[in-house]
């Protein structure tokens, strides 16, 4: 039997045991988080003629709950600080088949952006976080790795959802496959449950440990402001009213740490990632419509997302071995800012894509492109403030990027209304990324040298101390010696003793 204290203990070490099974989780709820908006859109053509809308409109519904997603990051990484992962997954699951659930009813596109971009959003945002902050808690070495086996999820989520969508839609229609889907996305509360704390029970000794004292500290200022006269209650009156607001700011910044705004290397990854989620998700978004725009069957229209959930589902762990490597690892934002690069190139070229044929091509290096992004978008975050401030980063950043993820497919939709083809959104979409590889490169290049530059003035400052610390101890020992008392040196002190008296007395005459 376990003892009690062991009972909230995770079984296995770090770096694998039970971490191994925590990736798993995190593989289905990363996966629907990743896969399920992109995957929505198989409906998009059917529920934009049952509606009556615009590309932009319908375009709404992905970008809603994509920025719902993202925006709920501080939301997510405060709930998963006061009550832990396994809670707020299991929380999203069921928010998530409720949103779905409620969808099947809806009647306007309205109540569509409710229910399907802000309750299912919502669910995915919980899903999210927490799963990529527990594979933070479980790994270090092998974390890359973790990290993007994990990721995988999303692509394997999307080569099964694209032919599952459509076909759903063959046999129950849209509102009949939300219901489905709804009960599918409940998965998401199973990987939840595997999601085991990390020293719980250490965890809360700290907790009872902490309330404690601070329930002694109450009981000693209630018996002190008692015994005080009343200037001195005013001014513990003031001086307690300080301490509250230091309190309360304590408390903000345990959740969300606003110290990294002073960090140059996560403002870089900010300003980067604000400006490449401009384009990252119109592209995917709108793939399955313009094949279905030029003519192709939607069942080779969806197939078009399985091939690039294909390619992608290879990418990942791949690209998670060689950033795990030791000539990667140490520059592994170079290979980021590559990725991003790479990604760009490749909508920029999809204009030149003739027939299916060429949108296959085209689906093969965008899954390319795009798992290699994926597999680093949170390694590299990680990489630059630490696991132990990864919580409070990925909140803040995912809060930031939801302004860009929310703007990007209906710009595309605007350009896909306004000019009647589909090629100038994926131009817009190369050109916004290749400008956001490029600038995280060129940054990320004055950080590196930067962070060395500052490593060689720490070691610097930190000889010299030694250097000067040694000749004053070694003043200080001789100084010492010379003080101490002992029968040699007695005749010396007695003589000195006597020409003090003769100096003073010479004084006083």
Not at 63 to 88: C, E, H, K
Not at 167 to 184: C, E, K, M, T, Y
Not at 264 to 270: A, D, K, Q, S, T
């Amino acid at each position: 039997m376990p003892s009690p204290t062991n009972a909230g203990r995770a079984p296995g070490p770090l770096d694998g045991g039970w971490g191994w099974v925590v990736v798993f989780g995190a593989f289905i709820s990363i996966g629907f988080a990743y896969a399920f908006p992109k995957g929505v859109a198989i409906f998009f053509k059917e529920i934009q003629d049952f509606f009556g809308t615009s590309y932009s409109e319908i375009a709404w519904v992905s970008s809603i709950m994509l920025a719902t997603m993202y925006g709920a990051g501080p939301i997510s990484s405060i709930l998963v600080n006061r009550y832990g992962s396994r809670p707020v997954v299991i929380f999203g699951g069921l928010l998530c088949g409720v949103g779905m659930v409620s969808a099947a009813f809806c009647t306007s596109i309205l109540q569509l952006y409710i229910c399907v971009g802000f309750i299912t959003g919502l669910g995915l945002a919980l899903n999210l976080q927490p799963s990529v902050i527990m594979i933070g808690k479980y790994f270090l070495k092998r974390r890359p790795i973790a990290n993007s086996l994990a990721m995988a999820g999303s692509p394997v989520m999307l080569c099964t959802l694209a032919p599952l969508n459509q076909f759903l839609f063959d046999n129950f229609g849209w509102r009949g496959s939300f219901l489905i889907l709804g009960a599918v996305l409940l998965n998401c509360c199973v990987a939840g449950a595997l999601f085991r704390p990390i020293r719980a029970a250490t965890a809360s000794v700290k907790i009872q440990t902490t309330e404690e004292g601070k329930g002694a500290l109450k009981e000693q200022d209630t018996k002190d402001a008692m015994e005080m006269s009343g200037a001195t209650n005013v001014a513990k009156e003031t001086k307690t009213e300080e301490e509250e607001g230091k309190d309360c700011c304590e408390k903000v910044n345990q959740y969300l740490d606003f110290s990294l705004f002073k960090h140059r290397g996560f403002l870089i990854y900010l300003i980067g990632n604000v400006l490449m989620f401009l384009g990252f998700f119109a592209p995917i978004v709108f793939l399955a419509p313009y094949a279905k725009h030029i003519g192709i069957d939607e069942y080779s229209a969806a197939f078009l997302l399985s091939i690039l959930a294909i390619v992608d589902m290879i990418a990942r762990p791949t690209t998670g071995i060689i950033a795990n490597s030791k000539w990667v690892r140490p520059r592994i934002q170079y290979f980021f800012s590559f990725a991003i690069t790479f990604n760009g190139t490749c909508h920029l070229l999809c204009p030149l894509a003739s027939g299916y044929k060429g949108l296959v091509v085209y689906s093969i290096f965008f899954g390319l492109a795009f798992g290699m992004v994926c597999a680093m978008l949170f390694e590299t975050l990680m990489d630059l403030v630490g696991a132990a401030r990864f919580t409070s980063a990925v909140g803040l950043v995912t809060i930031a990027e939801c302004c860009t993820i929310l703007l990007g497919p209906p710009i595309g939709g605007t350009l896909i209304d306004t000019f009647g083809d589909y090629k100038y959104m994926f131009i817009k979409c190369g050109v916004v990324m290749v400008l956001a590889g490029t600038f995280l490169f060129i940054m990320n290049y004055y950080n590196y040298r930067m962070l060395a530059k500052e490593e060689k003035e720490r070691k610097a400052k930190e000889e010299d101390p030694k250097s000067a610390r040694t000749e004053n101890e070694g003043r200080n020992n001789w100084n010492k010696e010379t003080t101490q008392s002992g029968p040699e040196l007695e005749p010396l002190r007695e003589e000195q003793e006597g020409l003090k008296k003769e100096i003073n007395g010479t004084n006083e005459v």
